[in-house]
């Protein structure tokens, strides 16, 4: 297999991987796991896999002050609230819409990047963005039952945070190397959770012994995994092709709640997601055309 057709696979198994985190969300709180255990079961577990990986990659890591701080704050602020929003939408709301709902993110980078960035406001960002949020309202104006409205909420700040999150990383990532990031982030994130969880008593570990391998799925195959296969990806593909292919992780995730909850989706539903999914590929590919060189770095960091 020749590095091109290797950087698609890579990719694909990285969204497939990614998609996987409601599903496995969703079997760890049937087995009595919180949120915030969760969360901080997941973030420092991976965190050290990662740093194991980098350090094993790279060598010696090192941070500026300024860098660390800003790497502290995008991991026990920002990816603790994404996080948070994340994974409380799926405990009210079916996992195929809490995916498709954050996948607006895309479009949420284009419009805040045009205020405040002054990024051009090309008409194919705006057609792009139009389709992605017309999707979303097929998406939520179209369902045969009631749906929380709870979830929908969480969803939505999931994926405002992480639009945010994303877009206060691009001038951290122009420094230091995504691998890098991502490690020291993820810990970061833990002790967000480890700090929210110890104040309002949401951790606690005597939790069923069924939910270890649920959770283990999430640090695994769903973090550390799902990364390491986009990095490698991003190398082999550059950030514009892996970007554009890591919107697959909507569909898989679509189809996997489908397959394993059950989940049922209208003709006209159906009809938003793949418009949420088309605008999210045409934001990731009208954006490059705009994109200057330096601001590659930002399309190297994906989930944590």
């Given at each position: 297999m020749?590095?091109?057709?290797?950087?698609?696979?890579?990719?694909?198994?990285?969204?497939?991987?990614?998609?996987?985190?409601?599903?496995?969300?969703?079997?760890?709180?049937?087995?009595?796991?919180?949120?915030?255990?969760?969360?901080?079961?997941?973030?420092?577990?991976?965190?050290?896999?990662?740093?194991?990986?980098?350090?094993?990659?790279?060598?010696k890591i090192r941070f500026t002050p300024k860098d660390l701080c800003g790497l502290f704050f995008l991991g026990a602020v920002c990816y603790t609230l994404q996080s948070g929003f994340y994974f409380s939408a799926v405990k009210y709301i079916p996992a195929s819409l809490t995916v498709v709902i954050v996948y607006t993110h895309p479009a949420i980078i284009a419009a805040a990047s045009s205020l405040i960035d002054h990024e051009p406001l090309t008409k194919k960002i705006i057609a792009s963005v139009t389709v992605s949020f017309i999707g979303l309202i097929l998406m939520l104006g179209t369902t045969t039952e009631n749906i929380n409205g709870a979830g929908i909420l969480f969803a939505l700040g999931a994926s405002v945070v992480y639009a945010a999150y994303v877009i206060l990383s691009n001038k951290i990532l122009k420094r230091v190397p995504p691998l890098v990031a991502s490690a020291y982030i993820a810990l970061s994130a833990s002790a967000g959770w480890l700090i929210w969880g110890l104040s309002t008593k949401g951790i606690q570990f005597r939790f069923q012994s069924e939910a270890w391998p649920w959770i283990l799925g999430l640090v695994i195959l769903s973090t550390v995994f799902a990364m390491l296969t986009f990095f490698r990806g991003l190398e082999l593909l550059g950030p514009t092709k892996a970007t554009i292919l890591s919107t697959a992780e909507p569909l898989f995730g679509v189809i996997i709640a489908i397959l394993l909850f059950h989940d049922h989706l209208t003709l006209l539903q159906l009809g938003g997601a793949a418009g949420v999914i088309s605008g999210a590929v045409m934001v990731v590919y009208a954006r490059e055309e705009v994109k200057s060189p330096q601001e590659d770095a930002a399309s190297c960091q994906q989930h944590t």
């Open positions: 020749n590095h091109y057709y290797q950087g698609i696979v890579m990719v694909l198994i990285s969204a497939l991987g990614f998609s996987l985190m409601p599903t496995f969300a969703k079997f760890a709180y049937a087995n009595g796991v919180t949120i915030s255990t969760l969360l901080f079961i997941r973030f420092f577990l991976a965190g050290l896999l990662l740093f194991i990986w980098a350090a094993f990659k790279s060598g």
